[in-house]
């Protein structure tokens, strides 16, 4: 008997106590996070390798076309933290200046998609009717070819090397964004307070812009970090295959897929960058799990 | 019925045929010359031919028609059966798909079965075991499968199970053992896919009322899960099968080229490499025709398995008579 009676004061007293707002609601969503330590070391992860893949000599001394025949195919020691390869260049210094061709691949494929996707989406969304209708048979098309087809076509159209290989990945991953944009717009489209933004005398615009597109973009975050995950894998898939950049330069991909002819003789040369970029997905992925159970 | 049969079908075939039109497009509308990469590929300079020579291949492959031509060329030529001409090989494409799609097929099928009885498996056991750590482990396990790329699946399987164990073949397509690790490669993917799927599923169904009246009627645990929830929680996940299938017909492309199998996916990898634009049209538009025809499949399948899901026009409900 008691707690009902106490839960009246409890809400007369909210207004005056609780900051509300999204700010409030983003610091308390925050103080969340950094109670998880998974999530935590994931964030890490992923800003190391983000970091490294700009300033890759904060993490290493060593030049990664730096050959030392002495030292070659070298297991993994403290001195070499991959071990090196059959010309003796130190295989964590490879490994990090390879990032920076896969992270801006990576980032290229998410913009293509993003701003394709949220476009494509939105305007599907709020205009409706034929438009919608005309431009979600057309994702409906794209789904139709299984991604990495897509991607390898496109790739054949335009020829090897990072950008092409992004442009590849990133339209594959249009139609996701756009879907999800889409059904975002439409549930909050019909909100009271995007009515009410209509009643106060605001233009379409200005609702999409003030009121639909701050209000949508969440579940497209959650996605994007999610599709970063897979964008790595597609990236890195490919250039194994043989269509990323041309050597020396050495994408992850192109890495691994060097060091498969050794793995009998030096397992790590495959194995290890393998598991570097795996640790990454995995990293992204559950980033992306963890916001969106905070957002549900 | 019928009606919502032959709607249905029309669709797929305009999806497919629009996914061709795409593949076309990109193929042979973008700023480059399909014989131009076809001789830069093959390291010959474009300069050291002769204009006749030059013309003369280009005719052999119809490359000097207009691309409408070309295009409807193509198209009467898919609606029977024929891809065209090799680039890079010089055989009808048809002819090389025809070699190597049984391999494929094999794969990509024992690999779909498999993905389907471990993802399930896996599912069951994710959402039935009573000890939170395993639940945890196993509710994980299909994020930690679908977050490793599959190159490196096989090659770790690669290195223990051949070069340490020795029990498989590390390459080749001779007999049954050496289908082993491809497959399992791509049903690490694919199963975890399928997995995630069904958990959730599950996990919505597990807290259904009518799973409370089947345990509090006096049903065993075991008997609510098989009977009552699995067959519920696999009906949504039915819908990602083309999904499913899709993949593992993808798949083939990275896990044949590890392991060196001479499949389809091997040759599409090959053709890209050496800019053969046909073999990757027909490639494609395969791919898309086996994904269209799942897809197709299921949704004509949903119905049967989903009573409550009809596509017949509503039939007026009989009255009911109150006494």
């Not at chain 1, 061709?101 to 989406?121: D, R």
């Not at chain 2, 049969?5 to 076309?24: N, S, Y």
């Amino acid at each position: 008997m008691t707690a009902t009676i106490a839960e009246p004061d409890q809400e007369l007293q909210k207004p005056d106590d609780v900051r509300v707002g999204r700010r409030a609601n983003l610091t308390a969503n925050l103080a969340q996070l950094v109670r998880k330590p998974v999530f935590l070391l994931a964030v890490l992860y992923v800003l190391f390798v983000v970091v490294s893949a700009f300033r890759p000599r904060l993490f290493t001394s060593r030049g990664p076309y730096d050959t030392h025949p002495e030292a070659a195919a070298q297991a993994p020691s403290v001195h070499h933290l991959f071990g090196t390869d059959i010309y003796g260049r130190d295989l964590w210094t490879r490994v990090l200046y390879g990032s920076p061709l896969t992270i801006k691949a990576t980032l290229i494929a998410l913009a293509i998609a993003l701003v394709a996707g949220l476009g494509l989406g939105i305007v599907s969304g709020f205009f409706g009717g034929l438009v919608d209708g005309l431009l979600m048979r057309a994702v409906d098309v794209l789904l139709a070819i299984p991604g990495l087809l897509l991607a390898l076509s496109i790739v054949t159209a335009l020829g090897y090397g990072t950008v092409p290989v992004a442009v590849a990945v990133g339209v594959g991953i249009v139609p996701g964004f756009a879907r999800t944009t889409r059904a975002e717009v439409l549930r909050v489209k019909t909100l009271p307070y995007v009515e009410a933004a209509r009643a106060g005398g605001a233009s379409w615009t200005r609702v999409l812009l003030r009121h639909i597109l701050p209000n949508s973009w969440g579940p497209v975050a959650v996605l994007a970090v999610l599709d970063a995950g897979v964008a790595i894998i597609a990236i890195a898939s490919l250039s194994f295959l043989g269509f990323g950049a041309a050597p020396p330069a050495a994408e992850w991909g192109t890495l691994i897929a060097d060091g498969r002819n050794y793995l009998v003789t030096a397992w790590w040369l495959s194995l290890l960058p393998g598991l570097f970029v795996a640790l990454l997905v995995l990293g992204l992925n559950h980033i992306s799990k963890t916001l969106q159970e905070l957002t549900r | 019925m019928a009606r919502y049969l032959g709607g249905r079908i029309v669709q797929a075939a305009a999806v497919l045929w629009a996914a061709f039109t795409l593949t076309f497009a990109i193929l042979y509308l973008l700023p480059s010359d399909p014989m131009e990469l076809q001789l830069a590929a093959a390291g010959v300079q474009e300069d050291s031919l002769t204009p006749g020579q030059l013309a003369a291949m280009k005719h052999r492959f119809g490359l000097d028609q207009s691309i409408w031509q070309q295009y409807w060329h193509h198209l009467a030529g898919v609606l029977h059966g024929d891809f065209g001409t090799s680039l890079s090989q010089q055989v009808p494409v048809s002819d090389l798909i025809g070699q190597r799609i049984g391999q494929t097929l094999l794969l990509s099928g024992t690999a779909a079965v498999v993905s389907l009885l471990a993802g399930s498996a896996l599912a069951y056991l994710a959402t039935f075991a009573r000890w939170n750590p395993l639940r945890v482990f196993l509710t994980r396990l299909p994020a930690l499968g679908a977050s490793f790329p599959q190159f490196l699946v096989a090659l770790f399987l690669i290195q223990f199970f051949s070069f340490q164990l020795g029990w498989f073949p590390a390459l080749g397509t001779q007999g049954i053992k050496s289908l082993v690790m491809p497959v399992v490669t791509i049903s690490v993917l694919t199963s975890s896919v399928l997995a995630q799927v069904l958990i959730k599923s599950f996990d919505d169904t597990l807290r259904q009322p009518y799973i409370v009246t089947a345990r509090a009627k006096g049903l065993s645990r075991t008997a609510v899960h098989v009977k009552h929830a699995f067959r519920n929680a696999a009906l949504p996940a039915m819908t990602i099968l083309g999904v499913i299938v899709g993949l593992t017909v993808t798949s083939s492309i990275v896990t044949e080229t590890v392991f060196t199998r001479e499949g389809v996916g091997k040759l599409a990898q090959e053709s890209v490499l050496s800019q053969d634009v046909p073999v990757v049209l027909a490639v494609v538009t395969i791919a898309a025709a086996i994904f269209v025809l799942v897809n197709l499949v299921v949704d004509l399948l949903y119905p049967l398995l989903d009573p409550r899901i009809s596509h017949t026009r509503a039939r007026p409900v009989p009255e009911v008579v109150t006494t």
